[in-house]
C-alpha cells in the first residue's frame, strides 16, 4: 500500500522559515511529479508548488522567492522549504504525488496518492 506521509509543519513568527517533508512509501516503481498543495480555512484547496519528474518547477504566483520545492528520487522524498513566512501562509498543507505502482509482472499504472496534511501557522 503506497503512503505519503507528511512532517515539518508547525507555528512559526512572521519573517520565519519551515521546512516541510514528504516521504514516499510501498510497493512503487517510481515517483512522476509532485506537488504542494493548501487549504485554509473557508478555502478552497489551491496548488502552492510542483515538480516534475525532470525537476521542472511551477510556484504560485504569492510564494515565488520565497518557497523551493524538491525532490530526492533515491529517498523518495520530497521538501517545501517556505522562507520569509507570512499569516496569509497559514494553512494545512498536503503533499501530492503521481506515482508508479506494479499491477502485474508486466503491468503499471500511474495512480495520484495524497498525503494526511500538516499544519502550518504563521503568527506572532
Known amino acids: 500500500q503506497v503512503q505519503l506521509v507528511e512532517s515539518g509543519g508547525g507555528l512559526v513568527q512572521p519573517g520565519g522559515s519551515l521546512r516541510l517533508s514528504c516521504v514516499v512509501s510501498?510497493?512503487?516503481?517510481?515517483?512522476?511529479?509532485g506537488g504542494w498543495y493548501r487549504q485554509a480555512p473557508g478555502n478552497q484547496r489551491e496548488l502552492v508548488a510542483t515538480i516534475t519528474s525532470g525537476y521542472r518547477t511551477n510556484y504560485l504566483d504569492s510564494v515565488k522567492g520565497r518557497f523551493t520545492i524538491v525532490r530526492n528520487n533515491a529517498d523518495k522524498t520530497m521538501y517545501l522549504q517556505m522562507d520569509d513566512l507570512k499569516p496569509e501562509d497559514t494553512a494545512v498543507y498536503y503533499c501530492n504525488a503521481d506515482v508508479i505502482v506494479p499491477l502485474s509482472s508486466d503491468l503499471v499504472e500511474t495512480k495520484a496518492y495524497w498525503g494526511q496534511g500538516t499544519q502550518v501557522t504563521v503568527s506572532s
Open positions: 510501498g510497493n512503487i516503481i517510481s515517483v512522476n511529479a
